[in-house]
């Protein structure tokens, strides 16, 4: 079973920095896209950023320009410097990723989706 830990969150002001970090842990043949989800309160969760094993991002509109994902592939990492915030970025982060436990799911295309538990990050304006 595979966990992820996430970790960084906290309080900020707006213009602020903050980066975060994600490691995963336990039984990993290889991980594949890796992610930023968030969801800020009284609304749905959404898309923040992903990146690709091959290190191809993707970013929400929102975030484009002041975030920044990347990830370390030998420490099942990824990580988010959020630079800028504002306010509205206020919100629970959860970290997600697509995996393959060992070689037999590799050979049948057997892939995995793991949350991590969430990080508080609170803008004050």
């Known amino acids: 079973q595979v966990h992820l830990v996430e970790s960084g969150g906290g309080l900020v002001q707006a213009g602020g920095s903050l980066r975060l970090s994600c490691a995963a842990s336990?039984?990993?043949?290889?991980?594949?896209?890796m992610g930023w989800y968030r969801q800020p309160p009284g609304k749905q969760r959404e898309l923040v950023a992903t990146?690709?094993?091959?290190?191809?991002?993707n970013y929400a509109d929102s975030v484009k320009g002041r975030f920044t994902i990347s990830r370390d592939n030998a420490k099942n990492t990824v990580y988010l410097q959020m630079d800028t915030l504002k306010a509205e970025d206020t919100a629970v982060y959860y970290c997600?990723?697509?995996?393959?436990?060992?070689?037999?799911?590799?050979?049948?295309?057997?892939?995995?989706?793991?949350w991590g538990q969430g990080t508080l990050v609170t803008v004050s304006s």
């Open positions: 997600n990723a697509d995996y393959i436990p060992d070689i037999w799911s590799a050979t049948r295309g057997r892939n995995v989706e793991v």
């Open positions: 336990g039984t990993i043949f290889s991980i594949n896209t």
């Open positions: 990146i690709t094993r091959g290190g191809s991002p």
